[in-house]
Structures are given as C-alpha cells and as structure tokens.
C-alpha cells in the first residue's frame, strides 16, 4: 500500500527568465536616471556652496587658479556620486521594474524641460549696420585702416617702422612740461618725423570722407593695430608743437588738422571699443595740441575756419555716450547667443552630446536679454553723463551674477564676467568733449 508522504508533492513554477534585452535596457535606463540625478544634484551643490561655485567657475574662467582642484572635485563627483546612487538603487531593487524606471523619468523630465526653457524673442536687437553706418568707400576705407593687421593667416599689407624718437611722460595736455620736452629735443623730434614712411598711409586716411569699419560682431573680428596710428598722433603733434614755437602757426595747423581729422573719421563707425578709443586718443592729442598752437603762435582765419570744421564733424556729445555702451553690447550679445554654434557644421558625436547638456545650464536668449535690459539703463546713464551711478549699477550686476543659479546657471556666470569696465572709458570720454566743446566755443568768438 502506497503511503501518502509518497505522494509526488507539487512542484512550484519556475519564474520565467527576463531577457538579455531587457536586462540590458533596464540596466541602460537606470544608468540614464543616475546620470539624470547626479547632473541635478551637481547644479544643487554649485548653486549652494560659494567654495564649488569658484571651483566651477574656474571651468569656464582662463584666469581661473584653481585647475587641480576643479579636476579633483569633479572627478570625484562623476565617480563618487553615480556609484552611490547605483548602489542604493540596487539595494532598493529601484532598478528592477518598468514603473519604478518610468516614475523617475516622468518626475525629472518637468525638471529638465524647466532647465532648458529659454525666452521666445530678442528683446533688445542692436544691429551694428544701423549702430555703426560703414559709410561710402566702406570697404576700400576699412582696408586702409587695417594696413598693419594680420589678416585671414597673412601677414598685414605693411610693416610698421617703429620710429625711435625720444619719449616724454608729459603730452600736450600739460604745457609747459611738453614745451620743455619739445625744446630739448627739436633736432631728433624734428628727424624723426620727416624720416616716417606712415605719412604717405596717413594721407591716405585723410582721403575719405568717413573711414568705414566693415568688422563682423565677433571677438576674434580683425582690428586696427594701436602702435601706428599713436605714434603718428605722437610726432604729428610735436612737429605742430615745435613749429607752433618756432611762431609759425599756419604751418604748425596744417600739421596737426590731418592728425585730427583722421582721428575725427575713425570714430562714427567704430564698430570695437578698441577702435573708438584709438579714435579717441588721437582726439584728445589733437585737441591739447591746437590748444597749445593757439596759445603760442598767430593762425590765420582760414586755418581756424578749418579746424572750426573738424571739431563739429565726427561724432560725439550724448549720442556719442550711449553708442560706446551699445558698440560693445551688440558684439556680446552676438557671442552670447552663438554659443551653441553653427548647426549646420558637422560635429563629433561627443561634442553634439556635450552641446546637448550645455542647454540645461545656458539659455543664450534669457541670458541676452538680461545683458540688453542693463545695457540699455546704462547707455541712458552714460548719455545723461551720471557716471557714479553708471559705476555702481554696473558693480551691482557683476554682484548679482557672482554665484551661479540652479537655472541658467552658465548664463549668469557669463555675464559676471562679459560686463567691460567702462567707467574710465566713459570719464575720458566726457572730458575730450568738454575740450572739444571749448575749443569750439573760443573759435566762435
């Protein structure tokens, strides 16, 4: 007789065994949600401790001092943080079911859409065509200004000669230093400006109406080189001064109107604040020095008629103010919304995947935007000539974007750092039209 314990007992189902596939997918999608979780507690961390801020700043900062320990930090939080958050999941077996993997996607995808949202419009578009007019001959004009700039991987059209003339630490906006100066050394002053081949390139200059600038809005857009066109204001201005000594103060005019006036031309469509400062030292040389020949030396009407003529053309006065401001905008808003480049060049997988998580920390419109709307208070600022508060606002905004955000974080980080200093600039600025202004006045009489 058979006995029940005999009995074959039931045997329980074996589970049926997941995929490869989906192993491999499960295992690729949780990998994706820790990547996901470590990229959002890494903006959480920058954007509480000032101590990771520097450190991350030094990522998108060259004069950063802090490289090793940014290497350090983030080593450690790419391999620290997704191997703990691996391991709590795998403990908690977060991994291992479809919705447990789909809750966490659909609670962080609200988060990354809010990340990468940027504002629809330009609120404040600055054209430099409009801002900066290139004139007629534009392009023959531009050329001729950027006579000794490497150009397209070439060498510049000429060579600069660099004279050797005696330097003084006194110019012509202190008299009687640069009297002393002139008069010692006549003879050399005197030599080295009958020997400066750039002469010949002056009078070209003075040949247009406007000397055009035809440069694109970006940083890396050739300029005209500073040296050159210094020292021709420089011995320029001492062959004046000297002749104006020597009492002749018609020849001393004729000297010194072509300086001004090529300075005069330089500025309307400046489209750099290299440029329009360039314009502008050559001004205030020019004008201490008719200063300085009129005070020493007869000049006939027509010399004054003409120099009448040069300080009324050119540009300046409030107008003058606020396109400085809006110059150096319209060229940084340009980079500040380029920084995903051009789409259409091909790019390394890597590099497209790169730009894809930069849109989470940068929105280049809102970030624009917020540059435009101080641009604009300080442009009115600079024009109405209120300077201190031009120089506190300005302080201000840098303050304000010191410590990066949790959104755009990239965004505020820039800016702290593309806000040029321009309360000098704006200062000399002011004081060459007030010469200007009394040049004009004294002339009039």
Known sequence: MDHPASASAPVAPVPARTSLFNRILRGILLLGLVGALTFLLGLAVITVSPFIATAFEALISPESKLPKLVGVLVLLFVIVVPAALLWIARRQHWGNSWPS???????????????????????????????????????SSWEATLAFTPRDH?????????????????????????QAYLEKNREALHAAWAGLPERAWWAELNTYAILGDLMP?????????????????????????????????????????????????LEPSARSLVRFMVARVIQKMGLHTARFILDHAPVSPDRRARLAAVLAGGS???????????????ISSNYLLSQFGDSARPRPLWKRGLLGLFRFVYNPIATTNRYGELTQELAGLAERRELAGFGTRAEAFVASNSRPRFKNMAGSLMLSMTIPSYAKVLDSYWKIEDLRAGLAADLAQ
């Open 101 to 139: 993997l789909a809750a966490g996607y659909l609670l962080l995808a609200p988060v990354f859409v809010w990340l990468a949202w940027d504002e629809p419009t330009i609120r404040y578009p600055v054209s430099l065509d409009e801002l900066c007019p290139p004139g007629p001959q534009a392009e």
């Open 154 to 178: 070439r060498s510049a059209p000429r060579t600069f000669s660099a004279p050797k003339f005696p330097l003084s630490s006194a110019g012509p906006d202190k008299p009687a230093e640069w």
């Open 316 to 330: 300046g006065g409030p107008a003058g103010a606020r396109r400085l401001i809006l110059i150096e905008y319209a």
């Open 217 to 265: 809005a970006r940083f890396d857009a050739p300029i005209i080189k500073f040296q050159p066109y210094r020292t021709m204001a420089q011995l320029g201005c001492a062959e004046a001064g000297l002749l104006a000594l020597e009492g002749k103060g018609d020849e001393a005019m004729d000297t010194l109107l072509p300086i001004l006036e090529v300075g005069r031309k």
